[in-house]
């Protein structure tokens, strides 16, 4: 079992920053692949970034690359997203995932979910 906690959400303005955490429990984690994805208000929950075990392969949407950075510290058993230039579309409850049974894009295949943090832009 798995338990993901995110944190580092707020209220910035446009083309600020902010950097997201998720600190997970459980001896396994640094054998997931583990994501992050966002729900705006009205809307789908939808892929932003994923990470490999061992940092080897990233994958982006491309709504974000080139201004989010996704990481992780198997040491510490947490997984980062660095997001800058932050535009107000990216507005969003921001959930931590892991362990995806198939692609690392797709949300259904996540074994295991956080609660989410808020994240605001105003214009």
């Known amino acids: 079992q798995v338990s993901l906690v995110e944190s580092g959400g707020g209220s910035v303005q446009a083309g600020g920053s902010l950097r997201l955490s998720c600190a997970a429990s459980?001896?396994?984690?640094?054998?997931?692949?583990m994501g992050w994805f966002r729900q705006a208000l009205g809307k789908e929950r939808e892929f932003v970034e994923a990470i490999t075990w061992n940092g080897d392969r990233l994958y982006y949407a491309d709504s974000v690359k080139g201004r989010f950075t996704i990481s992780r510290d198997n040491a510490k058993n947490t997984v980062y997203l660095q997001m800058n230039n932050l535009k107000p579309e990216d507005t969003a409850v921001y959930y931590c995932a892991a362990d995806p049974s198939g692609s690392p894009v797709e949300r259904g295949g996540y074994r295991y979910w956080g609660q989410g943090t808020q994240v605001t832009v105003s214009s």
């Open positions: 459980g001896r396994t984690f640094s054998r997931y692949i």
